[in-house]
T-cell receptor, first 114, second 112 residues
Framework: NAGVTQTPKFQVLKTGQSMTLQCAQD?????MYWYRQDPGMGLRLIYY???????DKGEVPNGYNVSRLNKREFSLRLESAAPSQTSVYFC?????????????FGDGTRLSIL | QKEVEQNSGPLSVPEGAIASLNCTYS??????FFWYRQYSGKSPELIMF????GDKEDGRFTAQLNKASQYVSLLIRDSQPSDSATYLC????????????FGRGTSLIVHP
């Protein structure tokens, strides 16, 4: 039982390049989230998917797109990477009943944009 | 005003002391409150959650919730150097549905 798996773990991009961060969970969770974490900023929500087939913007969605491919997978895409998107990205999931369940986190993707 | 506020610290306590971490939130309708611990370079891990007013104890950890005053706190008794980490407060804030919203985290340093 792997929990929440993120790939890649590290990535360096040049400004303007695109890439997709992958996230998969094997816990049959309904809701999935993408956060970014910058020094001193806590976790900021980029996008979330309350259930398969739905996605919604979070606090900092600009410059990102997401796809809820199926119940297991939720990907985050940077179409044209910018240095301001250098961050650590975490994917998380919740089983259901969003109001009372803690999140399970992946190990994170460390992304540097030059 | 941020929806979830924490003092960024660092909070420095000696080994064996009680560490007290505080968090305030803006949404009076919030029902669920979580404390996560995050070691440097690692992902957050859940250590406590609380839904009802009052105290909830789990080993050396006690979460305290006061909905009238809109704050939640975490007490760590008999602090150990291994407790040194950043502690993140998370509150489910209403934005249509309830969305987990994090504070900026408090850095705790337990020195021998």
């Amino acid at each position: 039982n792997a929990g929440v798996t993120q790939t890649p773990k590290f990535q360096v991009l040049k400004t303007g390049q695109s890439m997709t961060l992958q996230c998969a969970q094997d816990m049959n969770h309904n809701s999935m989230y993408w956060y970014r974490q910058d020094p001193g900023m806590g976790l900021r929500l980029i996008y979330y998917s309350a259930s398969e087939g739905t996605t919604d913007k979070g606090e900092v969605p600009n410059g990102y797109n997401v796809s809820r491919l199926n119940k297991r997978e939720f990907s985050l895409r940077l179409e044209s990477a910018a240095p301001s998107q250098t961050s650590v990205y975490f994917c998380a999931s919740i089983i259901q009943g969003m109001n009372n369940q803690p999140q399970h986190f992946g190990d994170g993707t460390r992304l540097s944009i030059l | 005003q941020k929806e979830v506020e924490q003092n960024s610290g660092p909070l420095s306590v000696p080994e064996g002391a009680i560490a007290s971490l505080n968090c305030t939130y803006s949404d009076r309708g919030s029902q669920s409150f979580f404390w996560y611990r995050q070691y440097s370079g690692k992902s957050p891990e859940l250590i406590m959650f609380i839904y009802s007013n009052g105290d909830k104890e789990d080993g050396r950890f006690t979460a305290q919730l006061n909905k009238a005053s809109q704050y939640v706190s975490l007490l760590i008794r008999d602090s150990q150097p291994s407790d040194s980490a950043t502690y993140l407060c998370a509150v489910n804030i209403r934005r249509g549905s309830y969305i987990p919203t994090f504070g900026r985290g408090t850095s705790l340093i337990v020195h021998p």
